[in-house]
């Protein structure tokens, strides 16, 4: 089997083109192949193939693999490789994911993609949908007890979970201690995405996240968007900022009048192999 492996902002993914291979469990394969020690190494495993309703058909599986319903990054290194790869000519394209179906225009220079916008859609803030057990229509700066301690989340989802936390500092906060807590909570019925935020300014964050079934990971994108829109429910930034993560850095921006979030950034490939 034919392999590229590619990262959006260090959220790396071994990706293979559904196209020209054939995959017959690719749940086993993810957690094979995700292993950083006798594997390629990843956070996961992204197929590509063909979509009755798009241009292309993504499907992620976490490290574990559990199959995820939308991945930010992930999506932005399909472009990046239909692309590259002479799938497509076209600068702007659609990709079905669980998550429904996104739209992408990619910038390209010297023949090649270089940053990729996603529309993400709409984020969804009803508990039952995102979900996550709560009264009310929203969850906004509610208390919810971890690993010992009070603290306050707000819930989102862009296709898939999400809970962001407002931290003081960020790169001393420890995740591997708090991040499992989270995402195993009882409060989420599916798991979630745990992001754990510094605000900086008010367009300007810091972000570290533990992911559903990957553990901590260097960006997230959904999660990003998550992020930002939390931010903006609880009052803390404008509607477009710079997050930086771990492996790099997004912009995100919510348009009020669409109700759509937006997010801008990189693609890279790494390389190529064949898994026997």
Not at 57 to 80: F, H, L, P, T
Not at 208 to 222: D, I, K, L, P, Q
Not at 255 to 266: A, Y
Request: proline letters at 4%.
């Amino acid at each position: 089997m034919k392999f590229t492996k590619m990262h959006g902002c260090g959220n790396d993914y071994v990706y293979v083109n559904l196209f020209e291979e054939t995959i017959t469990d690719p749940e086993k394969l993810a957690i094979a192949v995700s292993d950083r020690h006798f594997g390629i190494g990843s956070d996961g495993l992204i197929t590509i193939g063909p979509s009755d309703v798009a241009d292309f058909r993504m499907r992620i599986y976490n490290a574990d693999g559990s199959e995820a319903e939308m991945c930010g990054n992930g999506i932005r290194c399909v472009a990046k490789y239909v692309y590259d790869h002479g799938l497509t000519d076209q600068k702007e394209i659609s990709v079905e994911s669980g998550a429904g179906i996104k739209y992408l225009k990619l910038t390209v220079e010297d023949g090649v993609v270089t940053l990729v916008r996603v529309d993400m859609g709409e984020p969804i803030l009803t508990p039952a949908e995102i979900p996550v057990k709560a009264d009310g229509d929203k969850v906004v700066d509610e208390p919810i007890e971890v690993g010992g301690r009070l603290w306050k989340m707000t819930c989102v989802s862009m296709g898939n979970p999400h809970a962001v936390v407002f931290v003081d500092d960020v790169a001393n906060f420890e995740i591997e201690k708090y991040g499992p807590e989270f995402e195993r909570h009882p409060r989420f019925p599916k798991r979630t995405n745990t992001e754990f935020v510094q605000i900086i300014s008010r367009t300007e964050a810091s972000m570290r996240v533990w992911e559903r079934g990957s553990n901590e990971t260097w960006a997230c994108g959904t999660g990003t968007c998550a992020t930002v829109v939390a931010s903006i429910l609880n009052g803390l930034t404008d509607d477009t900022v710079l997050v930086h993560l771990r492996g790099g850095d997004l912009t995100i921006t919510y348009d009020r009048k669409t109700n759509h979030v937006f997010m801008t950034g990189p693609a890279t490939e790494v390389f190529t192999g064949e898994w026997k």
